[in-house]
């Protein structure tokens, strides 16, 4: 299974940015997989973002609680992670990745800056 993120770029503080992650490959049951986002920054531990289950339930980092929706499209096998309100602090390189039954699967990161 192969992920490829898009959608990362520079963005004014208070501003929106949408996260796009496709799967492609050997997919089985992509309905089935439990997917998520996890973020990364220079000197800092990983962060786990948001995931959500096969069956969309969601959960999210407290410090992103209110301002970013992970959802899925199942028929387009892609991910999305709809980011509002960003904040300097949200400057990361962002990561997808997702739970088969092959194990997990990482997409290349995009980054994300939030200028303040």
């Known amino acids: 299974v192969q992920l490829q993120a898009s959608g990362g770029g520079l963005v004014q503080a208070g501003g929106s940015l949408r996260l796009s992650c496709a799967a492609s490959?050997?997919?089985?049951?992509?309905?089935?997989?439990?997917l998520g986002w996890y973020r990364q920054t220079p000197g800092k531990q990983r962060e786990l973002v948001a995931s959500i289950s096969s069956g969309s339930v969601t959960n999210y980092a407290d410090s992103v609680k209110g301002r970013f929706t992970i959802s899925r499209d199942n028929a387009k096998n892609t991910m999305y992670l709809q980011m509002n309100s960003l904040k300097p602090e949200d400057t990361a390189v962002y990561f997808c990745y997702l739970v088969g039954r092959g194990g997990t699967s990482w997409g290349q990161g995009t980054q994300l800056t939030v200028s303040s």
């Open positions: 490959g050997s997919i089985f049951r992509f309905n089935a997989m439990a």
